[in-house]
């Protein structure tokens, strides 16, 4: 299931042009509210286990949503074949779960990164994904990954990293969550700023965020 949740906004890019990160969001914020059509009134028969992505997240994070694709949970399966009716959500995930989820991951453009080699071995099928702004007001696409194999996440992660630049690509992966900032500069210092901003404070134990996700 999905949860768009909104704080106020981050500031945005200066100038006209079309960032990495403004770019990267849009996409992953389109894919993902697409493929969980229906997933406000699918929050009534799903019930979440273990930890969610926003425990990784920092509580500044200004535009936030999540994703559980776990295939073992029922309530996934069904919101994934009720989106299945919508045509195009059809033409764009496939016709299973994990091709929703390599889809995912081609539209947030990790280098050469492909999803059966580099990412389904250490993926444990949830995400959450924020605009954030770091100190210096620079926006970035943050993404917060469940991992199985945390040491494989950072092979993976660091070959992204070795094809885009850790200017543009920045990651830090610990005790089962991979933070990944994704940006036009400074995005490994970003990373390593969000894991911090994190320690002091996540979006999990922020009350506007418990009090929004409550009301679902």
């Not at 960032?19 to 389109?30: F, G, K, L, Q």
């Not at 929050?43 to 994703?67: C, H, I, Q």
């Not at 539209?107 to 210096?136: C, N």
């Amino acid at each position: 299931a999905c949860y768009p949740y909104q704080q106020p906004a981050v500031p945005p890019p200066s100038g006209g042009r079309r960032t990495i990160a403004t770019t990267s969001i849009a996409a992953a914020v389109a894919l993902v509210l697409v493929a969980s059509v229906g997933a406000w009134a699918a929050v009534k028969f799903w019930n979440t286990a273990g930890d969610e992505p926003e425990r990784a997240m920092p509580a500044s994070v200004g535009l936030y949503g999540r994703l559980d694709l776990d295939p073992s949970l029922d309530q996934s399966v069904k919101l994934f074949n009720l989106a299945r009716k919508f045509p195009s959500v059809e033409k764009e995930s496939g016709s299973s779960l994990g091709e929703l989820e390599a889809s995912l991951f081609k539209e947030l453009g990790l280098g050469d990164m492909t999803y059966d080699a580099d990412v389904k071995p250490w993926f444990d099928h949830k995400i959450g994904f924020g605009l954030w702004s770091s100190r210096q007001s620079t926006p970035y696409l943050l993404v917060t990954m469940a991992s199985s194999d945390d040491g494989a996440a950072r092979t993976a992660l660091k070959k992204a990293q070795d094809k885009q630049t850790a200017a543009k690509v920045g990651y830090s992966v610990d005790k089962g969550w991979a933070t990944i900032a994704i940006g036009d500069k400074n995005a490994q210092d970003a990373a390593k700023e969000a894991v911090e901003a994190t320690a002091q404070g996540s979006l999990a134990d922020d009350g506007a965020f418990s009090r929004a996700l409550g009301k679902m």
